[in-house]
């Protein structure tokens, strides 16, 4: 069956409470995750060589949590309330509204379908101050670095995925790195591709790792 594009964005478009805010929505997780990365911060003094070594490891458990996430639970459904929720938002909302050969938005509206929404990240601060908490009783520097490597990790993921889906003519998709991963996440919003391949959004490490990098071909002329 043709999945008709066009009539679905106009469908989730229609759907969007007419009081959102684009700009708020993203101004909002970037303050919050800021403030939340400048507490971190502030909770390290002299930190020592091996310490930093947290950062490294957390980015690593960061990517592998970024990948088992979306690959088992934004594209296979899931009894979990939870699971059963983000499915119907990436797969059902996210990957119907973008699909290869259609990836940019067109308003500042549809960064609804884009952004994740507010109070996650709300939520998902909440888990990492618990964290830096308990760990701090160990080594404080170790648990502030912990906190704000993850933390960035989820910023970062909003900023790069916004960039995916940006109008291929603007100046950050045109960044080498960036313009990669747009590739690499395009790829990945090919229906036959999407359940498979390309899970990771910033760094492909896990998918190098777990053999789901997939990448075509540069057609004869094209550069990075």
């Known amino acids: 069956m043709q999945h008709d594009t066009d009539a679905f964005r106009a469908r989730y478009r229609a759907d969007i409470h007419p009081r959102y805010n684009a700009w708020l929505h993203g101004g909002f997780v970037l303050a919050y995750g800021i403030a939340c990365l400048g507490f971190f911060a502030g909770r390290l003094h002299a930190v020592q060589a091996w310490e930093w070594l947290t950062v490294p490891l957390a980015f690593v458990f960061f990517n592998w ?3 088992v996430v979306h690959r088992n639970f934004g594209h296979h459904k ?6 059963a929720l983000f499915y119907k938002r990436h797969t ?3 990957h119907s509204f973008f699909v290869a050969g259609r990836m940019p938005y067109e308003t500042a509206r549809d960064w609804r379908v884009i952004f994740f929404p507010a ?3 709300v939520l998902y601060s909440g888990g990492l101050f618990a964290a830096w908490w308990l760990l701090a009783f160990v080594n404080a520097n170790v648990a ?3 906190a ?8 970062t993921y909003e900023i790069f995925h916004a960039c ?8 950050l998709a045109q960044l080498p790195w960036v313009k990669q991963m747009r590739r690499h996440h395009e790829l990945h919003h090919e229906r036959g591709l999407m ?9 492909p490490l896990m998918d190098w790792l777990h053999g789901t990098w997939h990448r075509t071909p540069k057609r004869p002329g094209e550069r990075d």
């Not at 704000?148 to 910023?155: D, S, V």
């Not at 995916?164 to 100046?171: A, F, Q, T």
């Not at 359940?195 to 760094?203: D, E, K, S």
């Open 65 to 67: 949590g970024e990948y």
């Open 78 to 83: 899931s009894r979990n309330p939870v699971g």
């Open 92 to 94: 059902g909302d996210h």
């Open 119 to 121: 109070w996650l990240i």
């Open 144 to 146: 502030a670095l912990f």
């Open 148 to 155: 704000l490597t993850l933390l960035a990790g989820y910023l």
């Open 164 to 171: 995916e889906h940006l109008p291929p003519s603007h100046p």
């Open 195 to 203: 359940q498979t391949h390309n899970f990771n959004l910033v760094v």
